[in-house]
């Protein structure tokens, strides 16, 4: 009986009157979500292709934060987007860089390479084509009706050329730069317009094909296309995002990302960098036809 009441002694609460539960670490908070759309440059293969590279780099080097870059069909699904406020960040060209500050996004930067950002107009070498008023009766075609380097400054050109675009050639808007080049292409179109950027990446990637096309004719340039930030999102995280675009150049790994869409690098930009889109499209909107 003694060895039994020395035993339950031992097991009293003094053994375990320091005893404290031991608690698991907090669960993570998850981590917000920014959503990243870059107008169509290129179709959403090709450009996930391209800038998944660099949404990938923005969350390595912020990872407070987690991007996911969205890929748009045409011009109008993602103007609907970006107007809409769905992007927290993104690159439209010029026009829509201009509009999305009514629609409650702030400019903070841009492309480089500015002498870039020109029309181009491709016509097939058999066409037997030779100044701009060959295009009379006949035929072009264009990524979007609102896209600035590939359809307006062409058709600004047209109209400074003797042709009245509303009236003596047929438009056809097809939806994507690689579209308007294949037109030209299949010959469904006498000419097709684009700009420089995604003209090389053709010449890269189909030579064959791009020795049945010419640069026919090209026009002045404006401001590349742009980089705007949702206005409600926090100053520090648009200031850290907007860092690590314009330092790409100065790394390997950067260098190395830009150079596939291919540009130079990302710089800062203002409301005041795009005034010359805006006069351009005042004088076009009073020549050619009004822009909405």
């Given at each position: 009986?003694?060895?039994?009441?020395?035993?339950?002694?031992?097991?009293?609460?003094?053994?375990?009157?320091?005893?404290?539960?031991e608690?698991?670490?907090?669960?993570?908070?998850?981590?917000?979500e920014?959503?990243?759309?870059?107008?169509?440059?290129?179709?959403?293969?090709?450009?996930?292709?391209?800038?998944?590279?660099?949404?990938?780099?923005?969350?390595?080097?912020?990872?407070?934060?987690?991007?996911?870059?969205?890929?748009?069909?045409?011009?109008?699904?993602?103007?609907?987007?970006?107007?809409?406020?769905q992007?927290?960040?993104?690159?439209?060209?010029?026009?829509?860089t201009?509009?999305?500050?009514?629609?409650?996004?702030?400019?903070?930067?841009?492309?480089?390479?500015?002498?870039?950002?020109?029309?181009?107009?491709?016509?097939?070498?058999?066409?037997?084509?030779?100044?701009?008023?060959?295009?009379?009766?006949?035929a072009?075609?264009?990524?979007?009706?609102?896209?600035?380097?590939?359809?307006?400054?062409?058709?600004?050109?047209?109209?400074?050329?003797?042709?009245?675009?509303?009236?003596?050639?047929?438009?056809?808007?097809?939806?994507?730069?690689?579209?308007?080049?294949?037109?030209?292409?299949?010959?469904?179109?006498?000419?097709?317009?684009?700009?420089?950027?995604?003209?090389?990446?053709?010449?890269?990637?189909?030579?064959?094909?791009?020795?049945?096309?010419?640069?026919?004719?090209?026009?002045?340039?404006?401001?590349?296309?742009?980089?705007?930030?949702r206005?409600?999102?926090?100053?520090?995280?648009?200031?850290?995002?907007?860092?690590?675009?314009?330092?790409?150049?100065?790394?390997?790994?950067?260098?190395?990302?830009?150079?596939?869409?291919?540009?130079?690098?990302?710089?800062?930009?203002?409301?005041?960098?795009?005034?010359?889109?805006?006069?351009?499209?005042?004088?076009?909107?009073?020549?050619?036809?009004?822009?909405?």
């Amino acid at each position: 009986m003694l060895c039994l009441l020395m035993l339950l002694a031992g097991c009293g609460p003094s053994e375990h009157s320091n005893y404290q539960p031991e608690l698991g670490a907090p669960p993570l908070q998850p981590l917000t979500e920014y959503v990243v759309g870059i107008h169509p440059l290129h179709n959403p293969q090709r450009l996930m292709e391209l800038y998944g590279p660099i949404v990938d780099y923005l969350n390595s080097s912020i990872p407070e934060a987690h991007f996911k870059l969205e890929a748009s069909r045409n011009y109008e699904e993602f103007e609907k987007k970006l107007y809409a406020g769905q992007f927290a960040f993104a690159m439209p060209n010029p026009y829509q860089t201009i509009k999305s500050v009514e629609h409650g996004y702030r400019i903070f930067g841009k492309m480089g390479d500015d002498a870039d950002f020109r029309g181009i107009i491709l016509i097939r070498r058999d066409s037997g084509i030779k100044v701009v008023k060959d295009l009379k009766g006949r035929a072009i075609a264009y990524p979007a009706a609102t896209a600035l380097a590939a359809t307006l400054m062409p058709q600004y050109y047209l109209h400074t050329h003797g042709i009245n675009v509303n009236h003596d050639i047929e438009n056809r808007y097809v939806g994507s730069q690689e579209s308007s080049i294949m037109n030209v292409l299949r010959g469904d179109v006498a000419a097709g317009a684009t700009w420089p950027v995604p003209w090389r990446a053709f010449i890269a990637e189909h030579p064959d094909l791009a020795m049945q096309l010419e640069s026919k004719w090209e026009t002045g340039s404006l401001p590349n296309n742009g980089w705007v930030v949702r206005t409600d999102l926090p100053k520090s995280l648009a200031d850290n995002f907007a860092q690590v675009l314009f330092t790409l150049h100065q790394s390997e790994q950067g260098r190395t990302m830009l150079a596939k869409l291919p540009i130079s690098n990302f710089e800062p930009a203002s409301d005041e960098t795009y005034r010359p889109v805006r006069e351009f499209l005042k004088k076009f909107s009073s020549t050619v036809r009004q822009v909405e």
